[in-house]
């Protein structure tokens, strides 16, 4: 019986892992639908390996705890604008644990852009020890990745609040 309940459970993670869940974050009176990774297998593949953005303005990364959460263009084939957000409420703090598995985090809640690396380009070829690590210069709890060129369109700077909803 303990078998088949871990197999089950393991069934659920793999099924998981290949599902990607969404979040629309809104600034001001626009929004944008960003794909969410939530789950330390979610993080570590991000954007890697795609040739653009397709439907989506982004990715947005939840994690556990404030932090200054590094970033790097692990097989990345297009430049990104990195937006680091300090959530307003521990309801978005609930990142890639098996705490997350079952309880997510919850939306909708605020937070404040906090730190910003626009422009950033991709490393192709560079092994993962040498890549370039980006990280806020204060604590934060989300990053959000969108395609270069989002901040100057948008306008968007260091202490924009913004929010994000299911």
């Known amino acids: 019986m303990a078998f088949f309940v871990i197999l089950i459970l393991g069934l659920i993670f793999y099924i998981y892992s290949r599902y990607w869940p969404n979040v629309t974050v809104s600034v001001g009176e626009n929004d944008y639908h960003l794909l969410l990774a939530d789950t330390r297998t979610h993080q570590i593949r991000g954007l890697s390996g795609r040739q653009d953005l397709g439907k989506w303005d982004g990715m947005l990364f939840v994690f556990a705890d404030s932090g200054r959460h590094t970033m790097v263009m692990r097989e990345m084939n297009f430049p990104l604008d990195i937006i680091w957000l300090k959530a307003d409420t521990y309801q978005c703090d609930?990142?890639?644990?098996?705490?997350?598995?079952?309880?997510?985090?919850?939306?909708?809640?605020?937070?404040?852009?906090?730190?910003?690396?626009?422009?950033?380009?991709?490393?192709?070829?560079?092994?993962?020890?040498?890549?370039?690590?980006?990280?806020?210069?204060?604590?934060?709890?989300?990053?959000?990745?969108?395609?270069?060129?989002?901040?100057?369109?948008?306008?968007?700077?260091?202490?924009?609040q913004v929010s994000l909803n299911r």
């Open 94 to 160: 609930r990142g890639f644990s098996l705490r997350a598995f079952f309880f997510p985090p919850i939306f909708p809640c605020s937070a404040t852009v906090v730190d910003i690396a626009p422009e950033v380009t991709p490393e192709p070829g560079r092994p993962e020890s040498v890549l370039t690590p980006y990280f806020s210069r204060v604590d934060a709890t989300l990053v959000w990745e969108a395609a270069a060129g989002f901040m100057g369109k948008t306008g968007l700077k260091i202490g924009d």
